[in-house]
C-alpha cells in the first residue's frame, strides 16, 4: 500500500500504475543524486565576479529533451514529487509547450516569414523572451520576492491560457526543470538543410526558406535557452518511426475516451493527419535522435514500448573537452595606447603549448591580421571587421567548409555587403550630417596615425577595408543617436568600437564566433568544443553574450560593456593585455581541472 500522499496523487493524475514507482526508483535515482549533489554544489563550479556573487545559490536548472509520447512531462512530474516529497525542495516544473506563441501571432509570423509557422511546434514558434524572463524571476526568488507565475498553453484553443490561469511558485526556488521535445537539439549544416526530408518540405517548402528559418532561429536563438542549462536528460526514443506510431497510438486511445465524451471529442486525428503532424518535427526529431546523447548529462533509452532498457552518462562529454578562446584585440590583447601584447605573451606560449587556439575576433581588416597574427605566434582561424568575414587556413579542417570559398591560402565565409555598399549609403545622407563624422575612406594616412596612434606602416594596413566603413563621429551624444537610427532604417547595422562608428552589414562578433564554433564541432565529432571570449567595448557584446565564458577586460578609457548575462561572467582587475593574462591564467587552470562534470558542455558552451 502506498503511503506517500505525493506519490500516490502524482500515479493519479497521470493515470499509472504503481509498477511505474518501482522502476523509476531503479532507473532514476542516481539521477536524483546528482541533481541534489549539484544544488548543493553548484557554487563550487560557478565563475562569476564579485558583483554576482549571490548568484551562488542560483536553482539548478534541468532540461529533459524527449519527442513526443516518450514520457518527459511524466518524468519531469516524478522528479518534482519525489524531490517535494522526499527533500522538501521547492520545484518549479515548465514546458517548452507553455511558450508557443498564440495563435494570432504565429498567423503574423507566418506571413512574414514562412505559411509552415502558423502551426506550432517547431523553434522559431515559442515566446523566448517571455521564457528568459520567467526563469530569470525563478532564479532570483528570494522569499520576500513576489509569487512567480508559471505560464501555461492551452492546446485545445491552440493559444496561451489567461495570465489569472496560470499556477504561481512561491518563495526560493530549489530546481527548476523545463522539458521539450527539441530542447538542447542543436542546428544543422547548411549541407544538411539541402534535401527535404519528408513529403511537407518537398512540397510546403520546396525552397527550404522554412528549414532554414528553424535552424536560424536554433543557432541564434534557442542556443541562448539552452546555455543556460545545468543539467541535460534525454528520453531516447529507438527512431523516428516509433515516435509515429506512439502518437498515433495516443490518437487511437482519444478515439476511444471519444465516445464517452459528451459533448463528443472533436479533436481526434486520424492516421494520415498524425503523419503530416509529425512531419514538422521529423527533421529535428531525427536530428536528435543522432546527435544529442553525446552532448547530454543522462540517456535513457527506450524500446518500441516505452520501457526504458538502458542508461548511461555520455563520457566523452568529460574527457573530450577543449576550449576555443575568441578574442578582440584593440584595448583588450593589445594596450589601448601604444598595441603593445608584451603582458600576454607568456599566456600565449602556454596556450600554443596546451593546442588551445586562440581567435582573433576584432574590427580589424584582414590585411592587419596577415601581420599581427605572425606577431603573435598565432597561426588559426580569425575574424575581422567586427564579424564580417571569417578566414579559416586551407587545410585547418579535413575539407572545406560549406559556404566558403578559397582565397590567398584561406578558406573565407562572408557574412555581410561589401565596403563599397556602404559607401554609397553614407552619400545619401544630408550635407548636415555629413559634417559630424569623417569616414576612414576620405582620411589620410596621417589622419588615421593620429585618431589611432598607430604607425604608418599600421596605418595603411588599418585603410584597406572591404566590409564596413568606419566612421570618426564629430557630433555630440544626441546627434550620433539620430544619426545612427537613421542609418539603421536603411538596413546598416551600427558598432561601437573603441574609437569609431563602424557602418556594416547584418553582422557582429557572436554570429560569426557561433558560425566558426559550429565548423568545430562538425569537424571535430568526438570533441566537445567551448567558448571562451574576451572583450572591452560594446561591439564585443554580441560575443560576450553568446559565448559560454566571457571575460569583460577593463578599459582605461571607458565604461565596461553592460551585458545581460549573469552567469559564465569574469570581470579583469587590471586593463588591456594584463588583465587579459590575469583572466586566462586564473580561468583556464579552473577549467581543465574541474571539467564541469554534471553541465552540458556544447550547450552551456556555445554562446553562456
Known sequence: MMTNPLLAAFIKRNMLDTSYLANATKWYTTLISAIRAHQYSAKDHAITNIETSHHNQAPVLVGINGCQGSGKSTLADYLATYLTSEYKMNVAVLSLDDFYYSHQQRKKLSVHEHHLLQTRGVPGTHNLSLAHDILDKLQSATNLSSPVALPRFDKTTDNPYPESAWPVIHGIVDVIILEGWCLGVQPQTDEALLEPVNNLEATKDKHGIWRRYVNDQIKYHYADLYKRLDMLVMLKAPSFDTVFQWRLEQELKLKQQ?????????????????????????????????????????????????????????????????????????????????????????????????????????????????????????????????????????????????????????????????????????????????????????????????????????????????????????????????????????????????????????????????????????????????????????????????????????????????????????ISKHTGPTGWAEVLSTLLPKLLSERLPTRVPALKLTGA
Not at 568575414?389 to 570559398?405: C, E, K, L, R
Not at 537610427?485 to 557572436?510: M, P, S, Y
Open 258 to 570: 471519444a465516445l464517452t465524451l459528451s459533448p463528443p471529442l472533436q479533436s481526434v486525428m486520424s492516421e494520415s493527419e498524425v503523419k503530416l503532424f509529425t512531419a514538422y518535427f521529423q527533421r529535428l526529431t531525427a536530428h536528435g535522435l543522432i546527435t544529442l546523447p553525446n552532448l547530454c548529462n543522462w540517456v535513457f533509452e527506450l524500446d518500441a514500448k516505452r520501457n526504458m532498457v538502458h542508461s548511461y552518462t555520455p563520457q566523452s562529454i568529460e574527457l573530450n573537452r577543449y576550449p576555443a578562446i575568441f578574442t578582440d584585440l584593440d584595448g583588450t590583447l593589445l594596450d589601448h595606447d601604444d598595441y603593445s601584447f608584451t603582458p600576454a605573451l607568456s599566456t600565449l606560449a602556454e596556450l600554443k603549448n596546451a593546442a588551445i587556439p586562440v581567435i582573433p575576433n576584432t574590427s580589424k581588416t584582414y590585411a592587419e591580421l596577415l601581420e599581427l597574427r605572425h606577431k603573435l605566434n598565432l597561426n588559426g582561424p580569425f575574424i575581422v571587421e567586427n564579424g564580417a568575414a571569417i578566414y579559416i587556413p586551407v587545410n585547418y579542417f579535413s575539407h572545406q567548409p560549406i559556404g566558403t570559398i578559397q582565397q590567398d591560402g584561406y578558406w573565407v565565409k562572408s557574412l555581410v555587403q561589401s565596403r563599397a555598399h556602404w559607401l554609397s549609403l553614407l552619400q545619401t545622407v544630408s550635407q548636415q550630417q555629413s559634417e559630424l563624422f569623417t569616414g576612414m575612406s576620405m582620411m589620410t594616412f596621417n589622419d588615421i596615425i593620429n585618431a589611432t596612434g598607430l604607425d604608418e606602416a599600421s596605418a595603411v594596413l588599418a585603410s584597406q577595408r572591404q566590409y564596413g566603413e568606419p566612421l570618426l563621429w564629430k557630433g555630440n551624444a544626441a546627434q550620433k543617436q539620430v544619426f545612427i537610427q537613421q542609418l539603421k532604417k536603411q538596413g546598416a547595422t551600427i558598432l561601437e568600437g573603441g574609437r569609431f562608428l563602424h557602418v556594416c552589414g547584418d553582422c557582429n562578433k557572436g554570429k560569426a564566433m557561433d558560425w566558426l564554433m559550429q565548423q568545430f564541432k562538425f569537424f571535430n565529432l568526438q570533441q566537445t568544443p567551448y567558448s571562451i571570449a574576451l572583450g572591452d567595448g560594446n561591439n564585443d557584446i554580441a560575443m560576450l553574450e553568446a559565448a559560454q565564458y566571457a571575460a569583460i577586460i577593463l578599459s582605461p578609457v571607458h565604461t565596461p560593456p553592460k551585458l545581460k548575462r549573469k552567469q559564465g561572467l569574469i
